[in-house]
């Protein structure tokens, strides 16, 4: 089962710690799913700066107006 947090309501100051530590938390091939109102694309550099090469990443926009956007985020090898 894939667990799927919403983040909307969170404080966005702690969202992206919070996001690194489920990740580092998952086994290889778990995955889990983000829900963000804003546009993702800065969370994925982040994973990216931190040299966090073993993820896959998909990313949807949920809302027409731009308002939720869905990430699932698969830990590839340890």
């Given at each position: 089962m894939e667990t799927v947090i919403d983040?909307?309501?969170f404080n966005p100051a702690y969202a992206t710690g919070l996001i690194f530590s489920i990740f580092e938390g998952l086994n290889q091939?778990?995955?889990f799913r983000l829900i963000t109102r804003e546009n993702p694309h800065h969370i994925k550099c982040q994973f990216e700066q931190a040299k966090l090469d073993v993820f896959e990443w998909n990313?949807?926009?949920t809302a027409d107006d731009g308002s939720a956007w869905e990430v699932?985020?698969?830990k590839n090898r340890l």
């Open positions: 983040f909307r309501s091939g778990e995955s990313v949807k926009k699932r985020i698969v």
